[in-house]
């Protein structure tokens, strides 16, 4: 039976973390530590349950099923589990994040040193997704390619960035500000649930399983250890860089006081500690980890969707970074305003479909549960995501009456109820069933 070696083990870790850490990985942290201040730990701790937590349990999830996110869906019915996972792919593919991992690490990584001009932002992402294509092309080269090359450079460069923001601080730790005066655990589990890992977990787990089998793993149980193990490793990294960035930001109080977003922060933050260099270093950071997400965004949809419409993976790959190509440099701000409602709308759906599965030992008849519950879910998902769109008018008050509303949180009483009266109702039939045989 062919298992993987130590070495190949530690590189599909890495490239599984280096999926997962994006640009908004890295500004987030920042911006949160400094509003935290004095607060810091237990907002990390709230950002760490969210932010790491829930992407975990999703590989957990997608790892037990087969990795992928239509299996997850099996229990809500062929259309509507094509439905939810087409939406999926779409909202956190090229309709948003892929193009948008292009034009961020333009412009925190590359506008400081070529200009913020249409024609820089068409070479620089033309250059950007020729690179991210060639990666993609050969998905079962992913654990070599970005797992044993790009991302130990990133990880350096984390470490450099990290390691001198822990033991070489610029400043004493600031005191907290705002809502993190009074409840930072909660605003740190909002920060962390607000990053939307989770859907991009539903979206990577196919890309690590089907890495994992390029290595010649064939065993369902191995298949499914070497998931988690990855996840583990992943969740592991995730978290030392979150933590040293949130010590980063609460500790640049004074040298970054106005800054308005981590990306101003780290700005600030790498000149005044590296000098000119310290923009060389941010740029290779966050231009090195938007493009092994956007590798693994383009990879997942592009095996998705070519299984689904039956077409051939290399073309629906280049179709997509074209696609992408074209929304980064025009027009993406109007899909921005149209794709974070929809991603707002689709998180608690993710949540509540990983939470089911999780637990579908539980359950005599996945449908019976899945079906009520995740229905239940789309409706609060949909009032979420008309607020996100500016539509509040049209959603009734008592939506944002319930418990933890005020949190983008009001889902999460009425989908509990639901899964009681779902999971009573599945024993008395599966009872009876069981009766009447």
Not at 113 to 139: I, Q, R, W
Not at 234 to 240: E, G, H, I, K, T
Not at 372 to 397: E, H, K, N, Q, R
Request: with cysteine; proline share 5%.
């Amino acid at each position: 039976m062919t298992r993987l070696k130590g070495l190949d083990l530690l590189a599909l870790g890495f490239m599984t973390f280096a999926l997962f850490l994006g640009a908004g990985n890295i500004i987030f942290p920042p911006s949160a530590g400094m509003a935290a201040g004095e607060n810091i730990a237990p907002a990390a701790i709230g950002f760490l349950l969210t932010g790491v937590g829930l992407p975990l349990l999703t590989v957990v999830a997608l790892a037990r099923v087969g990795g992928g996110l239509p299996m997850l869906t099996t229990p809500l019915g062929r259309w509507a589990g094509i439905a939810l996972a087409v939406a999926v792919y779409l909202a956190i593919g090229p309709l948003f994040a892929t193009p948008r991992t292009a034009v961020a690490s333009f412009e925190i990584g590359m506008q400081p040193f070529v200009g913020n001009s249409p024609v820089a932002l068409l070479v620089y992402t033309a250059v950007y997704f020729a690179a991210v294509l060639f990666l993609s092309l050969n998905p079962g080269r992913l654990v070599d390619r970005v797992g044993k090359f790009i991302t130990p450079v990133l990880i350096v460069a984390l470490i450099v960035l990290g390691g001198v923001a822990v033991f070489a601080p610029v400043g004493e730790v600031g005191p907290a500000t705002g809502a993190y005066r009074s409840e930072p655990l909660v605003q740190g589990f909002l920060q962390g649930y607000l990053t939307m890992d989770a859907l991009g977990a539903l979206v990577f787990g196919i890309v690590i399983t089907n890495a994992i089998r390029a290595r010649g793993i064939t065993n369902d149980g191995l298949i499914t250890r070497y998931c988690v193990i990855a996840g583990i490793i992943a969740a592991v990294a995730l978290s030392l860089v979150y933590l040293s960035f949130f010590y980063l930001g609460a500790t640049s109080h004074a040298l970054a006081a106005g800054a308005e977003n981590g990306g101003q922060i780290l700005t600030t933050y790498v000149n005044q500690t590296f000098g000119s260099t310290g923009s060389l270093l941010l740029a290779v950071v966050i231009i090195l980890a938007c493009m092994t997400t956007a590798v693994g965004l383009l990879t997942a949809c592009g095996e998705f969707f070519g299984d689904l419409l039956k077409v051939p993976y290399r073309a629906v790959v280049i179709v997509l970074a074209v696609f992408s190509l074209a929304v980064s440099n025009q027009g993406l701000t109007q899909l921005i305003s149209v794709s974070v409602p929809v991603l707002v709308g689709l998180y608690p759906l993710a949540i509540v479909l990983v939470a089911l599965s999780l637990a579908n030992r539980f359950w005599l008849s996945q449908s019976r549960v899945f079906v009520p519950v995740m229905a239940v879910t789309l409706v609060f998902g949909i009032a979420d995501g008309m607020g996100a769109a500016g539509w509040s008018a049209y959603v009734p008050g008592y939506f944002g009456k319930l418990p933890f509303a005020a949190q983008s949180l009001g889902w999460l009483v009425p989908v509990l109820v639901t899964l009681v009266l779902a999971a009573i109702i599945d024993r008395v039939l599966g009872s009876r069933q069981t009766a009447a045989a």
